[in-house]
């Protein structure tokens, strides 16, 4: 009896250590990209209700330093809004709940083009080929911004590729 419970406890271990990268591609891609959104809605909910923290780098700027747009408190609270449902589906898939395939893909991809769109920019302003570069939200924009942008593109769209092998 006791020889089967080392044999199924090493054949445990294997298993573990071949499918170890599944385990990683499957789990943790979905609960570290569900925490950034989520913490990414935070920021916007407080920045909605008045925060000022980290506010002056986030929004373009003009060459004469005027700020391209003044987002307003509904406007904050639909990317909030946009931001936890992202979260939700993503946490919600490493939870279980639904497995992001068929119907539940699509989120996915939509969030895949989202950023990947937003990283290259409109050439101008924002993204990796933007033309206006002297001020802080440019200089953030070009190492943390897309750069994130860039790497939730590409983490969600490796990882949806690997699912559907």
Do not use: N
Not at 61 to 79: E, H, I, N, S, W
Not at 115 to 134: A, D, H, N, P, T
Request: hydrophobic residues 55%; charged residues 15%.
């Amino acid at each position: 009896m006791l020889g089967i419970h080392l044999e199924q406890r090493f054949l445990a271990i294997a298993v573990y250590r071949k499918s170890y990268p599944i385990l990683i591609k499957t789990m943790v891609i979905p609960l570290l990209t569900g925490i950034l959104f989520g913490f990414l809605a935070s920021l916007h909910i407080y920045w909605a209700l008045g925060g000022k923290w980290a506010s002056r780098k986030t929004i373009p700027v003009r060459p004469d330093g005027a700020p391209l747009f003044q987002p307003g408190k509904m406007a904050t609270l639909l990317v909030a809004l946009l931001l936890g449902l992202s979260a939700a589906y993503f946490l919600t898939g490493w939870g279980r709940v639904h497995d992001f395939s068929d119907f539940w893909s699509i989120p996915a991809w939509i969030i895949v083009a989202a950023f990947f769109l937003r990283s290259i920019g409109e050439f101008k302003y924002v993204g990796f080929f933007k033309r206006i570069r002297g001020s802080d939200f440019a200089r953030m924009d070009t190492f943390v911004y897309s750069p994130l942008c860039l790497l939730i593109s590409g983490g969600v769209a490796h990882f949806m590729v690997f699912l559907l092998r």
